[in-house]
């Protein structure tokens, strides 16, 4: 079974400062890598999703995260958090199986911003 | 707009008494998924609908149990709700076709007394 791995539960970081959220699954085939967002009170959205391609994916709200295969990784960056990135970060991976995506999820990471 | 609409957003309900939840979509998306998030855990998938189709997850316990009566709506039972059941229940819909991201609703926070 498919299993994704976060390993920051918590993350801290002032205003301005860089942030970079580790991701690692483990399906060896061909996988679709999501990070989805939950602002306190909110729904997940999706912030940013790779298929194939540029392995450096940008998304929304100056985030990016960057796939390298050979470590099964999709690690989530940006380069100066602001306060109202204060959220929770789901990292997901899904499988298409019989025409439908099963996704599975990491067990997130909150991250604060101080302003 | 909200497009995933989950009701209610918060549940109470007593051990052993059932509840039903249910979610909404105006995205006429194939594919209707159930969670169950608990505090500080990854999203569990509960089971979802291909359209009609129901495939339920191997881990899910027989005592939840889902309908789909048309494309827009999905609910779903839980039959005795124990004490171990207390969870945000999400629900999430996708196109099914071809790798679309997964579109959710605020959830539903159910309580069981």
């Known amino acids: 079974a498919q299993s994704v791995s976060q390993h920051n539960h918590h993350v801290i970081l002032s205003e301005a400062a860089s942030l970079e959220l580790g991701c690692n699954y483990s399906y060896g085939g061909t996988v679709n890598l999501f990070w989805y967002v939950q602002y306190p009170g909110q729904h997940l959205q999706l912030l940013l999703k790779y298929f194939s391609g540029d392995p450096l994916v940008k998304g929304i709200k100056g985030f990016e995260a960057e796939f390298i295969k050979s470590k099964f990784s999709f690690n989530l960056r940006k380069p100066s958090v602001q306060w109202s990135d204060t959220a929770e970060y789901f990292c997901a991976v899904n499988e298409n199986s019989g025409g439908y995506q099963k996704v599975t999820f990491g067990t997130g990471t909150k991250l604060q911003v101080i302003p | 707009d909200a497009m995933v609409i989950q009701n209610p957003r918060y549940q109470v309900t007593q051990f052993g008494k059932p509840v039903t939840l249910s979610c909404s979509q105006t995205l006429n998306h194939n594919v209707m998924y159930w969670y169950q998030q608990k505090s500080s855990q990854a999203p569990k998938l509960l089971f979802h609908y291909y359209d009609k189709d129901f495939n339920n997850e191997a881990d899910t316990p027989d005592n939840f149990q889902s309908r789909r009566p048309n494309t827009s709506f999905c609910f779903l039972d839980i039959r005795s709700p124990g004490l171990g059941d207390a969870a945000m229940y999400l629900c999430?819909?996708?196109?099914?076709?071809?790798?679309?991201?997964?579109?959710f609703g605020d959830g539903t926070r159910l309580s069981i007394l």
């Open positions: 999430a819909t996708s196109r099914g076709v071809g790798n679309q991201p997964q579109h």
